[in-house]
């Protein structure tokens, strides 16, 4: 069976990143008038700031695209909208499990209480309302576990193809 789905996923922005960058304003605009009134040098720490400030800003933002293509599963990550960086691109037959990441079946990997420690990799949105699955593959020779907002019909074609290795929700 072939199957070509995209999924996007939009990571929320944590309130500590708003913040910080709300500070880096305000010192930015801080040295500007320092160095209107005081010494032309501020005006260098100002420059400096608001270099970092898009700095932060372009790698603070991340998106996510999961591509679920045949036997291959791909996630790339979206930094600003603009830079792509495909991170994995997975074979699915090596795949162990998928599952929401409450079920019994992840329930030895978890963080706490959880026999097996794997390499975890985030690729969730952070949102509160939407469910996130569990996916533990192998990767180079080595098993990783990563957390995932899939779709309903993503899973589905999952199930379709290996019905003992994905549990459904």
């Keep these: 069976m072939n199957y070509r789905m995209v999924k996007e996923v939009h990571r929320r922005v944590k309130t500590s990143t708003k913040v ?54 791909t996630i790339t990550v979206i930094h600003a909208k603009r830079r792509r960086r495909e991170v994995h691109e997975l074979d699915i037959k090596n795949m162990e499990v998928v ?14 209480g959880g026999t097996e420690k794997l390499p975890k990799y985030d690729y969730t ?15 180079n020779r080595r098993k990783i576990k990563l957390l995932l907002d899939l779709e309903e019909d993503m899973i589905s074609a999952m199930k379709r193809m290996y019905a003992d290795r994905v549990f459904i929700a």
């Design 99 to 112: 599952a929401p990441n409450w079920h019994e079946a992840v329930a030895k990997y978890r963080r706490n």
């Design 20 to 73: 910080l960058k709300k500070v880096m304003i305000f010192l930015c605009v801080l040295f500007i008038l320092a160095g209107i009134v005081l010494d032309r040098g501020m005006m260098f720490l100002a420059l400096l700031m608001a270099g970092l400030y898009f700095l932060y800003d372009a790698y603070s933002e991340k998106d996510y695209e999961y591509v679920l293509d045949g036997n291959t599963f």
């Design 125 to 139: 949105s952070y949102e509160p309302d939407i469910p996130y699955y569990t996916m533990i593959i192998m990767e």
